[in-house]
């Protein structure tokens, strides 16, 4: 049996197990998970410069969002982890599904119909090339 108390023992456990790569996620972005996954299958596997660039031209909503995630995932790997920038490359991207928020939209005849505003969590992890 382990020794030491069981919070110790789960942070331990936790230490050893913690993700080392750099990473940047955004909770809850007004975009529903189909139209974000677009914009992140045509950055996933590139280096960082070349995400960028495509981002900046995409015309979809959410590579205005992603790109601001990816800019932010760069500064977490320079500042936090040390890294440098042109060895960069988009190992992970992928958006999973939030909260919706449902609204009425009135329709004919006293009828209602439903709106739903979808929202999704969409994060970004860096690798270095070796």
Same mark, same amino acid.
């Given at each position: 049996m382990a020794k030491g108390h069981r919070s110790k023992i789960k942070r331990e456990r936790n230490r050893l197990q913690r993700e080392t790569r750099p990473s940047a996620k955004l909770s809850y972005a007004r975009v529903s998970v189909q139209k974000a996954c677009f914009v992140l299958d045509a950055i996933r596997g590139k280096d960082v410069e070349t995400a960028l660039g495509i981002l900046e031209y995409?015309?979809? +909503?959410? =590579?205005?969002?992603?790109?601001?995630?990816?800019? =932010?995932?760069?500064?977490?790997?320079?500042?936090?982890?040390?890294?440098?920038?042109?060895?960069? +490359?988009?190992?992970?991207? +992928?958006?999973?599904?939030?909260?919706?928020?449902?609204?009425i939209q009135p329709r004919a005849q006293g009828r209602a119909y439903r709106i739903e505003k979808r929202m999704s969590h969409i994060t970004v992890v860096l690798d270095e090339k070796k």
């Open positions: 995409n015309p979809r +909503y959410a =590579s205005g969002l992603i790109k601001k995630l990816l800019e =932010s995932a760069i500064a977490n790997a320079e500042n936090n982890n040390g890294m440098n920038r042109e060895n960069l +490359y988009v190992a992970e991207c +992928y958006a999973n599904k939030g909260p919706t928020l449902k609204r």
